[in-house]
């Protein structure tokens, strides 16, 4: 049962451009949600995430919305850079007494920005 | 750079022998998270620690796999018997006690099964 999903497996855009990076979940109990880029052979970096109480969060180039009654977060990359051209995550998870808990993972995205 | 350590970075090993990967995580951070991902797949987590103590196994497989994370010394995943379909990255996370610290990640083990 995939919780979080991201539909495009790649996206391509022009450098300057703006990127749109979407990612569709299906657990309402999910309290915060996380994008992570990933280079080959390198582990995630975290870039940006938002609390579910939320619905905007702005990081410099990245920018996170979040709509809770569609279940559906997107990521913006404006303006998109070269350096910007890795697999994108999407994550989610649950706070529990512990803390955090697990990461549910989408199954990526792969930027291209083409020069 | 006291980010997250996993080493080996790539460990081959033949069918039925044993994988032990290795994890330090950052500097001050308490909770300690596995992740493997197959080719063409996201990451899928595994298993969640803090010092001596296992808080949530429930994406370890029932049999062959085992983590700890001790009171010194870095967290450990120990697969025994590795079987082919054991070929993964293998990622590990840290991160600070409390609510919204994300996680960061080391750059992983690569664990190939001949």
């Known amino acids: 049962d995939q919780q979080v999903k991201q539909n495009s497996p790649s996206l391509s855009v022009q450098e300057g451009r703006i990127s749109i990076l979407n990612c569709d979940y299906t657990n309402s109990m999910f309290d915060y949600f996380l994008w992570y880029k990933k280079y080959p052979a390198e582990g995630p970096t975290f870039l940006i995430s938002i609390s579910s109480i939320k619905d905007k969060n702005e990081d410099g180039r990245f920018t996170v919305f979040l709509n809770k009654s569609a279940k559906h977060l997107s990521l913006h990359i404006v303006p998109s850079q070269p350096g910007d051209s890795a697999v994108y995550f999407c994550a989610a998870l649950i706070i529990s007494n512990f803390g955090n808990e697990k990461l549910t993972f989408g199954t990526g995205t792969r930027l291209t920005i083409i020069p | 750079n006291a980010g997250v350590m996993q080493n080996p970075r790539h460990l081959v090993r033949r069918r039925g022998q044993e994988a032990r990967l290795r994890c330090s995580p950052m500097?001050?951070?308490?909770?300690v998270y596995w992740y493997r991902q197959l080719p063409e797949e996201g990451l899928k987590f595994m298993v969640y620690?803090?010092?001596?103590?296992?808080?949530?196994e429930s994406g370890m497989p029932k049999e062959r796999f085992s983590a700890e994370f001790p009171k010194e010394g870095p967290s450990i995943l120990r697969i025994q018997q590795v079987v082919r379909g054991d070929s993964a990255a293998y990622f590990c996370a840290s991160s600070h006690q409390g609510q919204d610290q994300p996680q960061h990640f080391g750059d992983g083990t690569r664990l190939s099964i001949l």
């Open positions: 500097k001050g951070h308490s909770h």
């Open positions: 620690l803090q010092k001596e103590n296992i808080i949530d």
